[in-house]
T-cell receptor, first 113, second 113 residues
Framework: GENVEQHPSTLSVQEGDSAVIKCTYS??????FPWYKQELGKGPQLIID???NVGEKKDQRIAVTLNKTAKHFSLHITETQPEDSAVYFC????????????WGAGTKLIIKP | DSGVTQTPKHLITATGQRVTLRCSPR?????VYWYQQSLDQGLQFLIQ???????AKGNILERFSAQQFPDLHSELNLSSLELGDSALYFC????????????FGQGTRLTVV
């Protein structure tokens, strides 16, 4: 079945630098890839998503890239700020399952002042 | 505020007991998902309902059950509780069961002692 691997598990970057989180998926038929941010004590919140007919999507300081050939997608955060500190989850849709999601294990992003 | 309401926020109970977690989805959302998040772990999909009917099942134990009522609120029933069931339980809702944004509640923290 579909599997999603997420790396790294923890990422510490200096405020103002960029952060990149990578995910790989196993089923080439997956076609929806959301990224969720979970702040301490809260539920996850969608920050950006991409569908398989697009290679890149950007929203202000956040961008997601998708490489269908290599079956991996990445979250890029530029000019990181303290409020970016959180756990980030990637997910991939399960083909033929009414678009259920398989989730990555999460990346704890720490922004150092 | 995501618009998804979960009650209670915290629950402490003894092993062997049974509890019910409640979720009210966002207005207009027909689909409800339940997730389990253990300490420092990712999101484990338990079950999904769409407009009152079970749509998909994940890694849900036989001791756990759920339902979605005509008013679209959902309840997750956990019985014969074990220490290992201690976790955050999230409910999420979306407009459909397809690849659209899911809105998460704040979660119910269950502690089994």
């Amino acid at each position: 079945g579909e599997n999603v691997e997420q790396h790294p598990s923890t990422l510490s970057v200096q405020e103002g630098d960029s952060a990149v989180i990578k995910c790989t998926y196993s089923d080439s038929a997956s076609n929806y890839f959301p990224w969720y941010k979970q702040e301490l004590g809260k539920g996850p919140q969608l920050i950006i998503d991409i569908r398989s007919n697009v290679g890149e999507k950007k929203d202000q300081r956040i961008a997601v890239t998708l490489n269908k050939t290599a079956k991996h997608f990445s979250l890029h955060i530029t000019e990181t700020q303290p409020e970016d500190s959180a756990v980030y989850f990637c997910a991939a849709s399960i083909p033929g399952s009414n678009y259920q999601l398989i989730w990555g294990a999460g990346t704890k992003l720490i922004i150092k002042p | 505020d995501s618009g998804v309401t979960q009650t209670p926020k915290h629950l402490i109970t003894a092993t062997g007991q049974r509890v019910t977690l409640r979720c009210s989805p966002r207005s207009g959302d027909l689909s409800v998902y339940w997730y389990q998040q253990s300490l420092d772990q990712g999101l484990q999909f338990l079950i999904q309902y769409y407009n009152g009917e079970e749509r998909a099942k994940g890694n849900i134990l036989e001791r756990f059950s759920a339902q979605q009522f005509p008013d679209l609120h959902s309840e997750l029933n956990l019985s014969s509780l074990e220490l290992g069931d201690s976790a955050l339980y999230f409910c999420a809702s979306s407009v459909t069961g397809a690849n659209t944004e899911a809105f998460f509640g704040q979660g119910t923290r269950l502690t089994v002692v």
